[in-house]
């Protein structure tokens, strides 16, 4: 074995996330706070002293990718055997054990719930022997396991997860133009295809305080656009003075509807709470998250553009939409997975809710909302799924008419009660079949949505100069606003790619300077998933 001496001190450390936007924001909490710790971020995994993997298990594409990373990785531990390796995320969850058998090359594991702890955990494997690293007794872990449904208060659980977002730093070098802001935390819906009620965990929802102030001090940095973040975003209820039962839920309230079942379609817990900033049945203080909407819009005037994801058809109440319609800055635009178009997959799905209330909820919302644009979710081949299921599915997306909609081939996910009890019947040719037949479908629809915009004026947000104009001009995704800026790298216009309120990728051509601002732009064409326009006119920042 090669005699690699460890340096003192571990500081560069490569992250590289996978997965859903919940990932993205617990990579930007973890960095910074490594980079507070004085550790360095480095674009190259090769040159890093600590790799870092921030998995996702929604998907078994998604964990095949980790799998050939971490191969790589055990490649080149032969020569850097003081290399350390971390895997971070859903993975880690679903499997640590399995992991620390089959890949001695792991030295942590650490579960999302956990990831306070991750500095602590990359110390203690620094302070481990190189020769007694990958060793299962050796490999530093910290994981929720089964206990993370079973809390016995929820106010502990609440107190430890709640760390790592109030650790997020505010300084103006990690702040950008537009955060994610986590307002609730795991899942309670139990949909029987997906690992994410196991991986990360009951469902929590952060007090509002919390949020509004995190929301204020992001706004004073310079943030420009928050997007609220939760697996069923729109569920949030923060019950002030909550019992708690042993499985850590929250009980319900009186005629609240909090159950995947029953004849509460549409109600939120704030629609039966008796108030704005309501009063719960037993008294008890509730934001909902209509009032938790008004509260960040109204507080936080400064702020351009609020939005979020995801929502989950079964809780949507007129309040909600109410508090949009009144309040101009909060984006019409809502991601609304169905899933299915077939009310018997669905069932089996345990989605809670039918087409046909599905697409009353829709009607809704565009009647209190005629501007909005939606986005959704299908899964294809889900176990039985027949060619009418599919043909259901089809038509849904045509009636829906979402401007995009991600189509996912069903994977089934150990551990989850589809994967348990259903066969994976549907073969993946015809998987793939009805994937593409689900694309073309949609690919008409988000061009037809999009023609609507062609000749109007929209505002977007700048987010970055597009891909085709950074590999043409050679820049690479590493570029750093200083080589761009100050040693001139950058032309006065170029192209930028930007997004409008109701989510629609804009591209024009503007200064590199508008990054991080709003923009007029006049829309001149349309393709299925971008717009293309020129600068109208700017439109001050307020
Ligand atoms: N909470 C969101 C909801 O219920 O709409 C979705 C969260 S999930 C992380 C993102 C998407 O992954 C889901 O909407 C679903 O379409 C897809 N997905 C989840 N589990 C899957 C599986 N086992 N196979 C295929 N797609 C899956
Ligand atoms: Fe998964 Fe369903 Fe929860 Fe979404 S609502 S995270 S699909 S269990």
């Not at 016995?152 to 802001?181: C, K, M, N």
Request: proline share 5%.
């Amino acid at each position: 074995m090669p005699t690699s001496v460890r340096q003192p001190d571990v500081r560069r450390v490569y992250l590289e996330t996978f997965g859903c936007q919940m990932n993205v924001l617990d990579s930007q909490l973890v960095s910074s706070q490594l980079r507070a710790m004085g550790y360095q971020f480095v674009d190259d995994w090769k040159i890093a002293d600590v790799v870092l993997y921030n998995t996702c298990s929604v998907r078994e594409h998604a964990e095949q990718k980790v799998w050939s990373r971490v191969g790589e990785v055990g490649q080149h531990k032969k020569q850097r055997p003081d290399l350390v390796l971390g895997l971070i995320g859903c993975m880690a969850e679903r499997d640590g054990v399995g992991m620390i058998r089959r890949y001695p090359q792991i030295d942590l594991l650490c579960g999302p719930g956990e990831l306070d702890k991750l500095p602590m955990l990359i110390d203690n494997v620094v302070k481990t022997d190189v020769p007694f690293r990958g060793r299962p007794s050796q490999v530093q872990t910290a994981l929720q396991g089964n206990t993370h449904r079973r809390s016995a208060t929820l106010a502990a659980a609440e107190d430890q997860l709640e760390l790592l977002d109030l650790s997020r730093s505010f300084s103006p070098d990690e702040v950008s133009g537009a955060a994610y802001v986590r307002i609730t935390r795991g899942c309670n819906k139990f949909c029987t295809y997906c690992v994410v009620p196991f991986t990360r965990g009951a469902e929590v929802h952060r007090p509002p305080d919390h949020i509004v102030d995190e929301c204020r001090r992001l706004v004073e940095a310079g943030t420009q656009e928050i997007t609220l973040l939760g697996q069923t975003v729109n569920h949030y209820h923060y019950d002030h003075g909550a019992a708690v039962t042993v499985d850590g839920m929250q009980q319900p309230q009186v005629g609240a509807a909090v159950k995947n079942k029953g004849n509460s379609f549409g109600i939120t817990l704030g629609a039966v709470a008796d108030s704005a900033f309501g009063r719960g049945a037993a008294g008890r203080r509730i934001t909902s998250f209509a009032d938790l909407l008004a509260r960040i819009h109204d507080e936080v005037p400064d702020l351009q553009r609020l939005r979020f994801v995801t929502s989950f058809p079964r809780d949507f109440g007129d309040d909600i939409l109410q508090v949009m319609a009144e309040r101009p800055r909060i984006c019409r635009y809502l991601h609304l997975p169905a899933q299915s178009g077939s009310n018997r997959v669905l069932e089996r799905m345990n989605r809670g809710y039918t087409v046909e209330q599905y697409l009353e909820l829709i009607d809704r919302i565009r009647a209190s909302l005629p501007e909005v644009t939606l986005a959704g979710d299908v899964i294809c081949g889900f176990p039985t799924e027949t060619e009418v299921d599919h043909q259901a599915t089809c038509r849904l997306l045509e009636r829906v008419r979402y401007k995009n909609c991600f189509v996912f081939k069903y994977s089934p996910r150990p551990g989850t009660t589809a994967a348990q009890r259903f066969t994976d019947d549907v073969p993946d040719e015809v998987k793939r079949r009805r994937n593409n037949e689900l694309l073309a479908v949609q690919s008409r629809v988000s061009q037809s949505v999009h023609n609507e915009y062609v000749g109007k004026r929209v505002r977007v947000f700048v987010e970055s100069i597009s891909q085709r104009a950074r590999k043409e001009q050679q820049w690479g995704d590493g570029a750093t606003e200083f080589q761009r800026v100050e040693l001139g790298w950058e032309p006065p216009t170029t192209q930028l790619t930007g997004r409008t309120d109701g989510d629609l990728i804009v591209i024009f051509e503007g200064s590199p300077s508008w990054i991080g601002s709003i923009h007029e732009v006049l829309v001149e064409r349309a393709a299925p998933l971008t717009l293309f326009g020129r600068l109208a006119e700017p439109v001050a920042t307020v």
